[in-house]
């Protein structure tokens, strides 16, 4: 496969160079593939459910081909897999997507997992590890850890703000040993990001070191996250004559988002052919997308602190991408879109589990709660004309092509459930009146010692650490 760049399409790369860059330094944009080729029909019209891990195989095959063996790839993808997504029917129009299953229970564990193995593949032969730099407010340097912890040729060091992230989230992240360690930094989110940006451009450290990201943007976590969209599609297909009396059924993807690169994976995996026949982009307050889809405008901004924090993103990054692949006109037609404020997801996780008895964290509770509005009246009010205040929470006023099908009641929700809600339990504890259970590998990760290292905001003493650590 070759890729090329957002910005610059004559720009051609392979799958090896798109990951190891991250993003094109050249012209700062994101590497997408050329592009997106058909699933093959036995993926696609098998007449019992699918295994996730023979539609991961088969979905990322094209996107290596030339550069990771058959064999190889398996391989990768057994390691990477050793848990599922779990496709929960809710009530008879929505299905849950449960992308909790992996080692640090959010969705981030399916591209970071694939992320590091497909790393450590090509730097095999390679004298010198590769050192990962990552700056963290929370989830995805649990993920990035996990992920890349035990493998070979690796190495990760995590920055994250003292005394800024959850206790939940600062033992997952200081706990780990071995090839992966954690700086809890005197100072803010962006002094950490800020500290590997200088580290990034110091060209005396680069020649020392080799250094790379694993930043979101990476090409090499959005396809895997592609897998599930098609997996849980095609079982949602499959089960929905017995379950939902609905034969061919309207997917809607309901995603809960923040930076866009899980909803920009599932637009790759419909235009691979998995049976979506639209999606909703559910954000909290940070309603950068919902309000370009509403007004035509893209218009970034700083972000605000929520519930739903691991959104908190008032610059999606993956707009650049979702761009690249549609016309606005286009977007708006395959997707509407959906805020919600703080007193609504707590209200969302109250009414939700009063209603079907599933506890959702503040990230699902958000798509859960659009997808709840969307069918119960939100979209035959916008179909009618009677469209909401896009500066309200709620159903952005843009028709899409599926509304009619959502009417005609022939539309089921698949709600992303994004993480466990036992990492949010306090504000779970506070809408439902009690704390989710901890899963277990959560409960083991309480208990660990924790061994992250002091770090100050300057550049230099963290530069003088990297030299005698690394
Ligand atoms: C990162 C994250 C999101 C947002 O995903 P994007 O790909 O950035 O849109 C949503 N929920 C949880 C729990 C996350 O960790």
């Known amino acids: 496969m070759i890729y090329t760049d957002t910005r610059d399409s004559t720009v051609r790369v392979d799958f090896k160079t798109a990951v190891v860059n991250g993003m094109n330094a050249a012209t700062g944009g994101l590497y997408m593939p050329v592009e997106l080729p058909k699933l093959t029909s036995c993926v696609l019209n098998k007449t019992s459910e699918p295994s996730f891990r023979e539609v991961a195989y088969e979905s990322i095959k094209p996107f290596v081909e030339g550069e990771i063996p058959e064999r190889d790839l398996q391989e990768i993808i057994m390691d990477a897999y050793p848990f599922n997504a779990h496709v929960v029917p809710l009530d008879p129009q929505s299905y849950v997507l449960e992308l909790f299953h992996g080692p640090t229970c959010a969705f981030k564990d399916f591209g970071a997992r694939f992320m590091a193995r497909v790393m450590s593949y090509f730097n095999r032969g390679e004298d010198q590890p590769l050192h990962i730099l990552v700056a963290t ?11 890349f912890h035990n493998v070979p040729g690796l190495d990760v060091t995590i920055l994250y703000p003292e005394g800024r992230i959850s206790p939940l989230q600062e033992k997952q992240l200081s706990t780990f040993t071995g090839n992966v360690r954690a700086l809890r930094v005197a100072g803010t989110f962006d002094d950490c990001q800020k500290l590997v940006k200088t580290a990034f451009t110091d060209a005396d450290l680069r020649e020392r070191f080799r250094l790379s990201s694993a930043n979101s943007i990476n090409i090499s976590r959005l396809l895997p996250q592609s897998f599930y969209y098609t997996y849980a599609s095609l079982v949602v297909r499959h089960r929905s004559p017995r379950d939902n009396k609905v034969d061919n059924p309207a997917i809607i993807c309901v995603v809960p988002s923040g930076n866009f690169g899980n909803l920009t994976s599932g637009l790759m995996a419909q235009r691979m052919g998995a049976p979506i026949e639209g ?16 007004t035509g405008n893209y218009r970034a901004r700083p972000s605000i602190a929520t519930l739903s924090n691991a959104m908190d993103v008032g610059a999606p990054s993956n707009y650049e991408r979702m761009s690249s692949m549609f016309t606005l006109d286009e977007i708006r037609l395959n997707m509407a879109s959906y805020w919600l404020d703080d007193a ?48 309200q929470p709620g159903l952005t006023p843009s028709l899409p092509s599926w509304a009619k099908r959502v009417i005609d009641r022939e539309a089921i929700g698949l709600i992303l459930e994004t993480a466990h809600p036992a990492k949010f339990g306090d504000t779970v504890c506070n809408a439902v009146g009690r704390e989710p259970p901890l899963p277990d590998r959560l409960e083991k990760v309480l208990r660990l010692p924790d061994c992250s290292q002091p770090m100050s905001a300057s550049y230099h003493s963290f530069k003088d650490w990297l030299i005698n650590n690394l």
């Open 137 to 147: 407010s929370g989830d995805t340097g649990s993920a990035v850890g996990s992920a």
């Open 279 to 294: 999606f909703v982009a559910a954000t909290n307050s940070n309603r950068t997308i919902p309000d370009w889809i509403a």
């Open 344 to 391: 609504g997801t707590i209200e969302a996780i109250r009414s939700c589990h009063r209603r079907t008895g599933y506890i959702i964290d503040p990230h699902g509770a958000v798509a859960w709660q659009a997808w709840d509005d969307i069918r119960r009246g939100a979209m035959s009010r916008l179909a009618d004309g009677m469209a909401g205040s896009p500066y």
